[in-house]
């Protein structure tokens, strides 16, 4: 349940935000429609700044990164045709298809060497000839050549996709895959829950229900994980608050989401923003920043709340840290699937980017390890320019 949290009733400019606050100082629960409430509210300030206190109370001044590298070991996808939303697929024999060997895995992830990289966040297509074995011998190897770096891999539609083609069930890739070095999964693959916004931007894709289950299924056996929700495209108010509240009932269930990361929308170089006849950024800062807000207020069982700087840029994720937001993605070093559909951010980040980031809030900036145990926290005079010049050489 959630702590009571001071905080001043005279910031809000919006009458219908004062029962929100006055739950947060009693440390009650909010209800579906104090989260519709806070979603259609004039007073975004006003949602950021609950956001803010509720995150003071648990962080303080603290922001989190971590530093990891990205790996798509493919983007072949049986679902290229189904998931409109998605620019990065390919069919195997169409132009741009890729599927990592083993040999161009491990000499990707040897841009770790020499850098600050604690963790490999693997994802990519639903490939037909990448099953259990593909990803068991994958994380045998780079737990072999990187042992320090933790394996953050497969969001639920992988894991179940995998199970599938092996005929297993979820627990039995899930356990097969932890016993290869599978540390965490990351919560790619959500979107948004709602059966009929799936049935408009991602048909045949995994369902909500059992995106649900692979989570609860994983934080049952030991393995912690991150949720997401992709949001600005078709999906209502309504649609986004049954989203919250599935992921917020699992938690209360079992403890084991990490994180929260809402994901925005980009419409370039995919069929949704066509028929929508969207370019460019879909979202605006103001939903960027009150879908992160939200999650901070209605997420109460979570610890941490996540700001993706690739989806909505760097300078509004420095905005966010007072919005609720207490981690931010890290430096990543090269990501594909974002900048496949429109993204303009750049694909890394070093460590003293993040670190003047962060400083620039007002913040104090610390790094952790994949479980959000702080690691490192860096004083004033700490500007990370040796770490940074190698990370910089590996984006490079």
């Not at 993204?343 to 959000?372: C, N, V, W």
């Amino acid at each position: 349940m959630p702590r009571a949290v001071p905080f001043d009733l005279d910031r809000l400019r919006d009458e219908a935000l004062r029962p929100i606050g006055e739950k947060l100082i009693a440390g009650e629960r909010l209800s579906f429609a104090d989260g519709v409430t806070l979603f259609t509210s004039p007073d975004l300030l006003g949602v950021g700044a609950m956001a803010d206190a509720a995150n003071r109370a648990k962080h303080g001044d603290r922001v989190t990164f971590a530093s990891n590298q990205h790996i798509n070991p493919t983007n072949i996808c049986v679902l290229r045709k189904t998931c409109v939303f998605c620019g990065y697929a390919r069919l195997p024999k169409e132009e741009g298809a890729y599927r990592y060997t083993l040999d161009q895995v491990l000499a990707e992830s040897d841009r770790a060497d020499g850098t600050i990289t604690r963790e490999f966040h693997i994802v990519g297509g639903l490939d037909m000839q990448t099953g259990l074995a593909y990803y068991t011998e994958m994380f045998r190897a780079l737990k072999t050549r990187h042992p320090q770096v933790h394996i953050k891999a497969l969001t639920a539609v992988e894991i179940a996709h995998i199970a599938r083609i092996e005929k297993m069930s979820r627990e039995d890739v899930l356990i097969a895959l932890r016993e290869a070095g599978l540390d965490t999964l990351p919560g790619g693959g959500a979107e948004t829950f709602s059966a009929a916004v799936r049935e408009q931007i991602a048909d045949k894709k995994l369902g909500g229900t059992d995106y649900i289950d692979v989570h609860r299924t994983a934080h049952k056996l030991g393995i912690r994980s991150n949720c997401t929700m992709l949001y600005g495209h078709v999906e209502t108010i309504e649609d986004r608050m049954q989203h919250l509240t599935m992921l917020r009932d699992l938690q209360d269930e079992t403890g084991g989401f990490l994180a929260y990361i809402p994901l925005a929308y980009h419409p370039d170089d995919n069929e949704l923003g066509k028929t929508l006849g969207r370019t460019g950024t879909s979202t605006t800062g103001f939903d960027d920043l009150r879908n992160l807000a939200v999650g901070r207020l209605f997420l109460d069982n979570f610890d941490h709340i996540k700001s993706h700087w690739i989806m909505v840029t760097s300078a509004l994720t420095q905005i966010a840290l007072h919005f609720g937001v207490n981690d931010i993605e890290g430096t990543v070093v090269r990501e594909k699937i974002y900048h496949a559909v429109g993204a303009h951010t750049p694909q890394g980040m070093t460590l003293a980017q993040l670190l003047q980031l962060i400083r620039g809030a007002g913040k104090q900036p610390a790094e952790r390890d994949s479980f959000y145990q702080v690691i490192r926290e860096f004083t004033d005079a700490d500007n990370g320019e040796e770490a940074a010049d190698t990370t910089q050489a590996a984006v490079a």
